[in-house]
């Protein structure tokens, strides 16, 4: 994480290290993604119908709040969308976080020590995946340092229009450590036709579990 996103740690706690997990989005699940987001949001049934004909599955989801897991281990929240995180930046160690949990996921992999660099690059990898299907994004846009008071850094945002929905790939805080802990994630959700792109920071608010 950045220098200044980190917590302090006391000398007991000198092994935790900061730690990236994916699970990727090959061109595969890109495809898939993109079939859903072409289907209307707003009627659950027709959209829970689609996933589970993709094979995704209702068991072995890894977190409580998520309804179906992809056949490669991704967990899928839908509750304002499709919200699928695909790499989580964490930190392991020390008696508050002792496990790797991504990292121990079926499909997921983990490299301790990773940072910021192996972030952005596995969410780079992403939105090249949906480019190479869908052709460069509509609205491909960064955050400002400090604007998310998290750090130095920026935030990118990859966005595509179909129809009257959206496909976004980008960052969000991870809700289950309070925002400590990062993830990146492609959302697809309901967005009119007519409705400006969101300004870099307000993408954050899109992004919904």
Excluded: N
Excluded at 23 to 46: K, M, N, T
Excluded at 55 to 81: C, I, K, L, N, Q
């Amino acid at each position: 994480m950045s220098e200044d996103h980190q917590p302090e740690y006391g000398e007991d706690e000198a092994d935790i290290e900061s730690c990236v997990a994916e699970c990727p989005i090959d061109a595969e699940l890109a495809a898939q993604l993109i079939g859903l987001a072409d289907l209307p949001w707003h009627d659950p049934a027709v959209t829970g119908r689609a996933m589970r004909g993709l094979g995704w599955s209702t068991d072995g989801v890894p977190t409580d709040e998520a309804r179906f897991v992809t056949a490669a281990g991704h967990a899928v929240y839908t509750d304002y969308g499709l919200y699928l995180p695909f790499v989580h930046y964490y930190v392991v160690g020390g008696e508050l976080w002792p496990d790797d949990f991504w990292g121990s996921q079926p499909g997921w992999t983990s490299q301790r020590g990773a940072g910021r660099e192996e972030f952005e690059a596995c969410l780079d990898v992403a939105i090249d995946r949906f480019a190479e299907q869908l052709g460069p994004p509509e609205c491909d846009v960064r955050t400002e340092g400090r604007y998310l008071a998290i750090g130095r850094y920026s935030w990118r945002y990859a966005a595509w229009r179909r129809g009257g929905t959206i496909l976004v790939v980008g960052p969000a805080l991870d809700g289950y450590s309070y925002g400590q802990d990062e993830e990146a994630v492609v959302y697809v959700g309901e967005f009119a036709p007519d409705r400006p792109f969101p300004a870099a920071a307000d993408f954050l608010s899109l992004l919904r579990k």
